[in-house]
């Protein structure tokens, strides 16, 4: 079975910045694209970033310029540098992979979500 494990949450002050990452395991054949969404308390779960395994990136307008996604294919990982950020940044942040898991009736496309990992930006 395939698993997301996020780290690297945690209280900052505003400005600062945090790295998260997220490591996937597990019977994985191939991972395309992989990404992180955050969800504030009585909001949506948003779109914060996403990557594609030939590295091509996307952001939501609220983080452009602040936030910077990125991966390493060797380690089946997606990383999130979190810099200028604002209280308005706080929420759990989850960890999402589009891939493909190699299980004994074959290969099989699948999206999972990691656990989460909260994010408060405070003074």
């Known amino acids: 079975q395939v698993q997301l494990v996020e780290s690297g949450g945690g209280l900052v002050q505003p400005g600062g910045s945090l790295r998260l990452s997220c490591a996937a395991s597990g019977s994985i054949f191939s991972i395309n694209t992989m990404g992180w969404y955050r969800q504030a308390p009585g909001k949506q779960r948003d779109l914060v970033a996403t990557i594609s395994s030939g590295g091509s990136t996307n952001y939501a307008d609220s983080v452009k310029g602040r936030f910077t996604i990125s991966r390493d294919n060797a380690k089946n990982t997606v990383y999130l540098q979190m810099n200028g950020l604002k209280p308005e940044d706080t929420a759990v942040y989850y960890c999402?992979?589009?891939?493909?898991?190699?299980?004994?009736?074959?290969?099989?496309?699948?999206?999972?979500w990691g656990q989460g990992t909260q994010v408060t930006v405070s003074s």
């Open positions: 999402n992979a589009d891939l493909t898991t190699a299980q004994a009736m074959g290969l099989i496309p699948q999206n999972f």
